[in-house]
């Protein structure tokens, strides 16, 4: 088993801290984006999309996107939990992560792409579209600092995979312009307690 990784990358992140909380070790192959490592044919013909991360089970059995990679690892690995325990506690996890997703990660990531130069020449840009991301992402970020005012966590009351998939996502905000507003003394809590963690410098 191996884990194509990319040191930098929001999605290998994720799964990174998920192992990392689990416990559990992978070795892990770099692929070097910036190089174009990720359109050779050799990795073509592991993952025809070009993204990371990659996870090649011992088979040769091939796992794409990071969420996917996580529930496989929680199924191999069932604790501590990450993706609920109950049918309800699943449902609310998974609602709550892909919020994260969609509402928050989602666009943080086409203000990074459509706005920033390292994309220039790399992919199309369209840089209203990456301002209006932008602001979209900092009226989600108001709506969930009100969320938080109720409890520790995303989800609930303790850390889950809703936790990993938003501090990746606001991590790559704080650094590619789209940071917590300052007004949003809840979030900012939150994050700095999950920034805190032991694992989140997988």
């Known amino acids: 088993m191996k884990l194509y990784n990319l ?5 290998p992140r994720r799964v990174r801290i998920f192992l990392a909380e689990k416990g559990v070790e992978v070795p892990m192959v770099e692929v070097d984006m910036m190089k174009g490592e990720n359109r050779t044919p050799e990795f073509l013909a592991i993952n025809p999309m070009g993204t990371l991360p990659v996870l090649e089970l011992d088979d040769g059995t091939i796992l794409t996107e990071s969420v996917a990679i996580c529930r496989y690892f929680e199924e191999l690995h069932p604790e501590p939990n990450l993706f609920g325990s109950t049918a309800l506690e699943r449902a609310q996890v998974e609602m709550w992560n892909r919020r ?3 509402e928050l990660m989602f666009p943080m990531a086409m203000a990074f792409r459509h706005t920033h130069e390292m994309w220039a020449g790399r992919n199309p840009q369209v840089p209203d579209f990456g301002q209006l991301c932008r602001e979209n992402a900092g009226g989600r970020m108001r709506w969930l600092d009100k969320e938080l005012a109720e409890r520790e966590f995303i989800a609930g009351d303790r ?3 809703a936790d990993i998939t938003a501090q990746c996502g606001f991590l790559l905000g704080k650094n590619t ?3 917590i507003p300052e007004e949003c003394g809840n979030l900012i809590r939150w994050f700095k307690s999950v920034a805190s963690r032991p694992t989140a410098r997988a």
């Not at 040191?7 to 999605?11: E, P, W, Y």
Request: aromatic share 14%.
């Open 7 to 11: 040191g930098a990358g929001m999605n």
């Open 100 to 102: 994260m997703e969609f």
């Open 159 to 161: 850390y889950t995979i």
């Open 177 to 179: 312009g789209t940071p």
